[in-house]
């Protein structure tokens, strides 16, 4: 053992060499304005990732391990709620979330086919695939124009005797009115989860977004907050909602034993389920109609580094977006980001919506922008009803719509972002304050 002890040592010490030689050049790189490349987003990190994936990937142990159970404990300790699960994707996150709210665990409150979810159509689809593909009923309101949030005062409008939940993001970190808004769930005895995928590390009334509601929901893809390549969590204070959330996602089994361990409950074989034999293996006994939806121990290894470093990547979000903000304030032409005075984002993007003083369209400045090497984004999909995958619904049946979306409209024809990543670097930033602000004089 001394001897493995010593190998396993060398690798990590290797691997931190290699990780100074091969990959900390390229992070420091020098920027040459208007050839080296502007990303919207990247992966920050240090030989701390890369030893933490070759220990994990050493152990072999493959699936859900020591690494994700640790990750686990730490983020819900960072968010300071009772329990957090880790899942493959932020999508998967959402699915799980909302999955959850149709358990018959929940009885009378349960999400049944048929019943309604207040949401918007401005944001990332998967937001409300699971709710289509559920058989209920998104009912979609608009958003405001500075925050690019859920306007609240449209719910009551919203509302039906069918409204059982509402699911609704964070846009880019910016939170949205947490306070209306679950005011309103709490008034109706409706669920709320926090679509916290964009927001990890944003505070409302200094509390954290993602752990006002019932269940939030992060993503860990590489443009987000924080990494480790694919990979999301669930986090809630309930301990029915954890209990069937860890149900569904492990197969929607009715045992709770982790990988590798049999007969935590003590009675694998002598309990009676449903019309089961008596004593049927508890480990094959489902509750749920359920998933695989865990990560890989390796990711969650890299996770856990980066959890080590997420404080430092909030304060360095909240800086770049500072500066973007003040470079860019004192034109008329474009409209930034508004935020509630309760509100302390970790932003995620920097959102720019044109304005009626614009003499140019918004593809004019995007594209200006990608010709010198800036990468922008959409606001996702704009208006989400706009797609073709809502071509097969019905407005009426399979959704409704809550007045015009003047505003998620607005966006989808005037709005893009820029990145503010914790490793844009202020020359970067400075880059694409000149750029933008060389192409809206050229346009007067």
């Not at 910016?174 to 926090?194: H, Q, T």
């Not at 140019?360 to 800036?374: C, G, M, P, T, W």
């Not at 619904?393 to 709005?415: F, S, W």
Request: a negative charge.
């Amino acid at each position: 053992m001394d001897k493995v002890k010593a190998l396993h040592d060398e690798i990590i010490e290797k691997v931190k060499e290699y990780y100074h030689l091969a990959h900390e050049p390229a992070l420091n790189a020098e920027f040459i304005p208007g050839k080296s490349r502007v990303n919207y987003a990247g992966r920050v990190f240090d030989e701390k990732e890369l030893c933490n994936l070759v220990d994990s990937s050493l152990e072999f142990w493959l699936t859900y391990g020591r690494y994700s159970r640790d990750f686990e404990a730490k983020l819900a300790d960072y968010l300071d709620v009772r329990f957090a699960l880790l899942v493959n994707s932020g999508s998967s996150a959402n699915l799980l979330a909302f999955s959850a709210l149709t358990s018959p665990l929940l009885e009378e409150r349960r999400v049944k086919r048929g019943d309604e979810v207040i949401t918007v159509a401005c944001g990332f689809p998967t937001t409300v695939a699971p709710v289509i593909q559920y058989g209920a009923v998104p009912v979609l309101v608009d958003v405001e124009a500075g925050s690019a949030n859920i306007d609240p005062t449209q719910l009551e409008a919203a509302r039906s005797g069918k409204t059982r939940a509402v699911m609704v993001a964070h846009t880019l970190g910016n939170p949205f009115n947490i306070k209306a808004v679950k005011e309103f769930c709490d008034k109706y005895g409706l669920f709320l989860i926090e679509d916290n995928c964009d927001a990890l590390g944003s505070k409302y009334d200094g509390k954290f977004t993602g752990t006002w509601g019932d269940i939030g929901t992060s993503s860990f893809y590489p443009p987000h907050h924080m990494t480790m390549g694919e990979g999301g969590a669930v986090y809630t204070n309930d301990p029915l909602l954890k209990k069937i959330m860890l149900s569904i996602r492990d197969w929607g089994r009715d045992c709770w034993c982790v990988s590798g361990v049999d007969n935590t409950c003590g009675c694998r074989f002598t309990r009676q389920y449903g019309s089961l034999p008596l004593g049927y293996d508890h480990k094959y006994v489902y509750s749920h109609f359920g998933y695989n939806l865990k990560v890989s121990d390796m990711q969650a290894a890299v996770g856990c580094a980066q959890l080590e470093k997420f404080s430092g990547f909030v304060e360095k979000r909240k800086a770049n977006f500072t500066r973007l903000f003040n470079g860019l304030k004192d034109l008329p032409q474009i409209r930034l980001f508004e935020k509630y005075p309760e509100s302390d984002p970790s932003w995620f993007g920097f959102l720019i919506t044109l304005t009626e003083q614009a003499k140019f369209s918004r593809n004019d400045l995007v594209k200006y922008l990608e010709a010198h090497n800036i990468q922008t984004r959409n606001l996702f999909a704009g208006n989400l009803t706009k797609h073709p995958c809502f071509e097969h619904l019905v407005e009426g049946t399979d959704y409704r719509i809550v007045g015009e979306l003047k505003n998620t409209d607005n966006i989808m024809n005037n709005a893009f972002w820029i990145g503010l990543y914790p490793g844009m670097g202020e020359r970067r930033l400075d880059y694409m304050i000149s750029i933008i602000r060389d192409f809206i004089h050229e346009s007067k």
